[in-house]
């Protein structure tokens, strides 16, 4: 589980001056908890939002807690963050979260020309906060091509639940594309747009008819 260091702020010190700091304003809130003022550097919140899943352990001064990311407001021009929200996810109440899915092993249709693609990068899943995984597992080394793998078909810890259809397709084995092939979606995309001079020319005759 990933753990995030935040420390308690004083409202005291306006956010402004915090952020001239490298530190960003935040909070913490939700329904058995009091709000939290806090506070955080720059560079740690977004190594902590590069962190795969959602879930983050805390300590507050009333022990720890399990939170997750609500929102991140950002500055409209340099789309740095200016203020961030942490909502607490109660232990004992059913919870839903974004994980990450992790494809092990090679389609075995890659090797005869196969283009494996993946459609699903995280999935909607829930239950406890501490049954919650990091990640979720899939094999896609059957996939042959045509084949695709399903989110019924992804390994589910005990005790947690897909948030989403189970025929969802997270990844597929497509058939190699022939050259013919590639040179038809071009034609029918006008990926070969006339040259300048055609233009011109084009342009000339409409003018001396």
Do not use: W
């Amino acid at each position: 589980m990933n753990k995030l260091s935040v420390d308690t702020r004083d409202l005291g010190t306006k956010n402004k001056s915090l952020r001239k700091l490298g530190v960003i304003p935040g909070v913490i809130y939700g329904k058995t908890i009091e709000n939290i003022n806090v506070k955080m550097a720059m560079n740690e919140l977004y190594a902590a939002l590069a962190e795969e899943g959602e879930l983050y352990q805390v300590k507050t001064a009333s022990g720890e807690i399990l939170v997750k990311f609500d929102e991140i407001q950002r500055d409209p021009l340099s789309r740095r963050p200016i203020h961030f929200s942490l909502l607490q996810l109660p232990r004992g109440v059913s919870s839903e979260l974004e994980v990450p899915v992790h494809l092990n092993g090679e389609a075995i249709g890659t090797k005869s020309g196969g283009i494996l693609v993946v459609l699903k990068d995280d999935i909607s899943i829930k239950g406890m906060p501490k049954d919650m995984p990091d990640m979720i597992e899939g094999d896609i080394s059957n996939l042959a091509i045509g084949d695709k793998l399903t989110v019924a078909e992804l390994k589910l810890p005990k005790g947690i639940e897909l948030n989403v259809e189970a025929d969802e397709v997270v990844a597929i084995c497509k058939p190699p594309v022939k050259a013919e092939e590639l040179e038809i979606s071009e034609e029918a995309g006008d990926l070969n747009p006339p040259l300048a001079s055609e233009e011109g020319d084009s342009e000339e005759k409409k003018e001396d008819s």
